[in-house]
Every structure is written in structure tokens, then in C-alpha cells.
């Protein structure tokens, strides 16, 4: 049995065995803390599963928003080192390349741009990377790589394409998370000064 991560754009979680026995997903793409222990317990109890059957772990590393990412993967890993079991990391775009020939998956990353990857057969050639809506079709061959927009990502989809790739023998076990530009914060440069 694996369950299924995903908060790159909105929030999904699923159970996985023998196909899909539960997912539960949202477009909401703000409030991931609010749905990810409610969604792991829903997909659990729909299944019929409890976490002593998990065997793995599968987490979407983005490309996303900062804060959703971070929610989705440290939720997996809370579950993985609970049970101490594996836990894979793999780009949230591949979901939407399974089952594709030639693609170019899109998603909305905020602030006005757009993260792409391109693909062949499920295998990444390029990407992923930072465009906006004007330059997506300069940057990318879009005739020779159809736009898919990733409007959400199947958690689902997610665990299929972790287990091509783990079929593959590609290794997974990264969870750095795809951050595809600085962080709006930046660190103090000190206290302020008073004056009174």
C-alpha cells in the first residue's frame, strides 16, 4: 500500500494498492494545513486501511508555492518516520505526464509565473523552470510539446508515476522541495532603532 502526497497546487491524498482504492483532493491552494490530516484519515477509513498496512510513502516535491509545498512533504515524512517505512520524492509534474506521449506540463506558481516541464513518455527532458504567460510559447516548443495546465495534481497519478520511475530503477529519495526562485523573506539585518 502507498500513500500519496500532493500540495504543489492544491491539496490530494490517496491510497494506493491494486489501483486506487481512495483519494481526496481540493483546488483550494491556501489552505493545505487545514486538509492534509483530515484528507490522510479520510483516504484510510474509505479504504479500509490503517496505517500499520502503509509500506511507502510518495510525496510530490513541486515545483509549488513555498508554504504548500512544505505542509504536503513534511506531512509525508511525519507518516513515513511514524511507521518507519521508505518515503519517495518525486516532481509533482510527473502526475500529469503519465500516460502521455509528448507534453509539456504547466502550473500556476504565483506572482505571475509559470512553472514548465517538458516530456517525453513520462520521462522528463527539460525543466523544470520559470516562465510567464507571454513567454511560455518562446521558451518551449508547444507544437512538438502540447501544453497540459495542471490545474491540480493527483496524488493518485503521483504514486503511478513514482512506480514507473522506481521501476526504472531511478532513485527517489530526495525531498528537496522545487523552489524555482528566492523566498519573498529575506533574513533581519538586526534590530531597528528606537529613537524617542
Request: some cysteine; hydrophobic content about 40%; proline content about 5%.
Amino acid at each position: 500500500m502507498i500513500l500519496a502526497i500532493d500540495t504543489s497546487v492544491g491539496t490530494s491524498v490517496a491510497v494506493i494498492g491494486d489501483g486506487i482504492i481512495a483519494e481526496a483532493s481540493t483546488v483550494d491552494t491556501r489552505s493545505h494545513a487545514e486538509y492534509i490530516g483530515v484528507f490522510i484519515d479520510r483516504v484510510l477509513t474509505e479504504a479500509g486501511v490503517t496505517p500499520a498496512e502503509v509500506t511507502r510513502v510518495v510525496t510530490g516535491i513541486g515545483p509549488g508555492a513555498f508554504t504548500g509545498l512544505r505542509v504536503g512533504i513534511a506531512a509525508g515524512i511525519a507518516f513515513a518516520v511514524g511507521r518507519g517505512i521508505p518515503i519517495s520524492g518525486l516532481p509533482s509534474h510527473d502526475a500529469i505526464s503519465v500516460g502521455r506521449g509528448a507534453c509539456t506540463v504547466v502550473s500556476d506558481v504565483r506572482r505571475r509565473e509559470l512553472a514548465w516541464t517538458t516530456y517525453r513518455d513520462g520521462v522528463s527532458l527539460n525543466g523544470p523552470r520559470l516562465a510567464t504567460e507571454s513567454s511560455l510559447a518562446i521558451d518551449v516548443d508547444l507544437d512538438t510539446f502540447p501544453e497540459v495546465r495542471a490545474v491540480q495534481i493527483s496524488a493518485a497519478l503521483l504514486a503511478t508515476a513514482a512506480q514507473n520511475r522506481l521501476d526504472r530503477g531511478d532513485d527517489l529519495s530526495s525531498l528537496r522541495p522545487l523552489y524555482l526562485r528566492a523566498p519573498d523573506a529575506t533574513p533581519s539585518k538586526g534590530p531597528k532603532r528606537v529613537s524617542g
